[in-house]
């Protein structure tokens, strides 16, 4: 399964050209997972990118092994990782740092990750190949429709999505992934005492995060701080976005809830 590694693949904007030096990575989070503007809730919105030759090569060779196609029939989650084991599903892993981090961290678990754009799929497939991960598998899909047709209901163990786009202006804020429809789709999901866990840097979108998730009557929050954010999970690395917003006085905050049983 192993690739030869290779130099790091230059880093893009969302135009597809080179970012620059002191540009957020965009593959730090959820990053191009954001709803459409129209009424059906999608995980995304469509980004212009240009895949590196790592990326190539890796979704060559590893993508037919390790990217899932989309089909209208629940997911065999035996079947497709070969053995029985509690299933996370990312929304949204950009470049998929820290969700090879994560699969290596938590060997027990298996991982299945959804992003729709293609530079992203290929970086993490290199990761996957260069770091010998076993335990994640990948749709080049929307999530949303993911979910409806693949993910049997009450089947998975968690659900992370950091960092997903904030859509900064009021006007535009419904645009945003976390809103009520879209956390009792991935309730409904999740495994009695599963968790669902979000991450953002801004704080506009956690204090709506925390309203939301807050509001679902099958959901309690796992937090004890009086703010109701929790502490960031030991499994959760620090992205290079964090360090450097860290350095300069920003704020990242974690929220934690679970199904209850």
């Not at 954001?34 to 990118?49: D, L, M, Q």
């Not at 590893?62 to 989650?77: A, S």
């Amino acid at each position: 399964m192993s690739l030869p590694t290779t130099p790091p693949d230059e880093p893009l904007d969302e135009s597809g050209a080179p970012a620059p030096a002191d540009a957020a990575d965009p593959g730090e989070g959820a990053e191009g997972q954001h709803p459409h503007p129209k009424s059906r809730i999608r995980s995304f919105v469509v980004r212009a990118g240009r895949m590196g030759t790592g990326q190539i090569k890796a979704l060559a060779e590893l993508g037919p092994q390790f990217v899932i196609p989309f089909k209208p029939e629940p997911l065999d989650y035996e079947r497709t990782f070969g053995r029985r084991a509690p299933v996370v599903f990312e929304i949204g892993f950009g470049m998929g740092g820290p969700t090879a981090q994560i699969a290596r961290t938590l060997p027990d678990h298996d991982f299945i990750g959804c992003e729709v754009h293609e530079p992203g799929v290929g970086a993490l497939l290199k990761l996957i190949g260069e770091q010998d991960i076993p335990n994640i598998r990948i749709f080049q899909h929307d999530a949303v429709e993911v979910l409806d047709a693949m993910i049997a209901p009450g089947s998975l163990a968690g659900v992370h999505i950091y960092f997903p786009d904030p859509w900064h202006k009021k006007r535009h804020n419904k645009r945003r992934l976390v809103q009520s429809p879209f956390i009792a789709k991935l309730v409904k999901h999740l495994a009695p005492g599963g968790y669902l866990h979000l991450a953002t840097d801004w704080e506009p979108y956690a204090q709506q995060m925390l309203e939301v998730l807050s509001a679902d009557p099958d959901l309690v929050n796992t937090s004890t701080r009086a703010d109701g954010y929790a502490d960031k999970p030991d499994y959760r690395p620090l992205t290079k976005f964090e360090h450097r917003g860290l350095k300069l006085g920003h704020g990242v905050w974690d929220l934690v809830f679970k199904r209850k049983a």
